[in-house]
């Protein structure tokens, strides 16, 4: 079975751009969680969603956002792009909210010039 | 609210020798531990996990670790270190029960391995 897959795998923006990026969950998994992970640091939590609706956010601010969809594909998006959003966004599914483990994709690699 | 501290930034251990990483939590209500591997350019991927039951976990690539919940701990061992171990480690906590979601990450730790 395929694992969680990301895209797209590496995208350049500048500032004041935004962005989306997509994830497609494991066969099956109906929780899809965003995290982003500044170099040299661990992965931070900024979104889960679960059968469509948003159950969790992190500390980040209104300009991240976003969204499930029927399949249970996921979309984050970044408005107004600053320097400091550059970053792996990581995307992880599991089963359902609360079960674990979550198995992670391999991210997407955003850079802001 | 959980947090993780891993000590120590960058281990490097001799081929052969054994692996000890270090994680220490702090949850206010039982929680999940997880220890994640990261190779370069690559996602996480899971390497064991602690929920309930046996405090002595065994994962994949001959990785174990033990839960102890009076040192507030859950340390990474494997008893002879491969070259193919070179990566960054995480820890992950999450609180214990149905509503948890988030995973909360220490800062990893890359593990160099001396041929």
């Known amino acids: 079975d395929a694992g969680v897959t990301q895209s797209p795998t590496h995208l350049i923006k500048t500032r004041g751009q935004h962005v989306t990026l997509r994830c497609s969950p494991i066969?099956?998994?109906?929780?899809v969680s965003w995290y982003q992970q500044v170099l040299g640091q661990g992965p931070q939590f900024i979104f889960q969603?679960?059968?469509?609706?948003?159950?969790g956010r992190g500390n980040f601010p209104d300009r991240f956002s976003a969204r499930q969809f029927p399949n249970y594909s996921s979309e984050l998006n970044v408005n107004a792009l600053l320097l400091g959003d550059s970053a792996l966004y990581l995307c992880?599914?599991?089963?359902?909210?609360?079960?674990?483990?979550?198995?992670f994709g391999d991210g997407t690699r955003l850079s802001i010039l | 609210a959980q947090s993780v501290t891993q000590l120590g930034s960058h281990v490097s251990v001799s081929e052969g020798a054994l692996v000890l990483l270090r994680c220490n939590y702090s949850?206010?209500?039982?929680?999940?531990l997880f220890w994640y591997v990261q190779y370069p350019n690559q996602g996480l991927q899971l390497l064991l996990k602690?929920?309930?039951?046996a405090t002595l976990v065994k994962g994949i690539n001959g990785f174990e670790a033990e839960f102890k919940k009076s040192e507030t701990s859950f340390h990474l061992t494997k008893p002879s270190a491969h070259m193919s171990d070179a990566a960054e480690y995480f820890c992950?906590?999450?609180?214990w029960g149905a509503g948890s979601y988030q995973l909360t990450f220490g800062k990893g730790t890359k593990l160099s391995v001396i041929p």
């Open positions: 992880a599914s599991s089963l359902r909210q609360g079960y674990q483990p979550q198995h």
């Open positions: 066969s099956g998994h109906k929780s």
């Open positions: 969603y679960y059968e469509k609706e948003e159950r």
């Open positions: 949850s206010s209500v039982p929680p999940y």
């Open positions: 602690y929920t309930t039951g």
């Open positions: 992950a906590v999450t609180p």
